[in-house]
Nanobody
């Protein structure tokens, strides 16, 4: 049984920083070809904010977070992180860790999802 568990969410002021963590059980990250962070705010569509192609060591970010967010993988600790800097109120959302066995990572139907962790950014 594969499970992903996020942690590190909380409330911060605009301009602050926050780091989210995602740990896996039932499978190792080395067995997963795609790792990603998604977010969804109330009334908005789900948005992918970071994608990591593990075998290609290739990362993709949308313009909305480029230069502010960074996805990293610590294989030894079996943990994937999302470093968030210069946070804005519009970054407020539920953040989800996701993983997929396939090689095509630019998709929405990932195999595994975490329960989510809330990030709230105040003005």
């Amino acid at each position: 049984q594969v499970q992903l568990v996020e942690s590190g969410g909380g409330s911060v002021q605009a301009g602050g920083s926050l780091t989210l963590s995602c740990s896996a059980s039932g499978i190792t990250f080395s067995s997963l070809n795609c790792l990603a962070w998604f977010r969804r705010a109330p009334g908005k569509e789900r948005e992918r904010v970071a994608t990591l192609y593990t075998r290609r060591h290739f990362k993709v970010y949308p313009d909305s977070v480029k230069g502010r967010f960074k996805i990293t993988l610590d294989s030894a600790k079996a943990t994937v992180y999302l470093w968030m800097n210069s946070l804005k109120p519009e970054d407020t959302a539920m953040y989800y860790c996701a993983a997929d066995l396939g090689t095509e990572c630019s998709k929405e139907d990932y195999n595994y999802w975490g329960q989510g962790t809330q990030v709230t950014v105040s003005s």
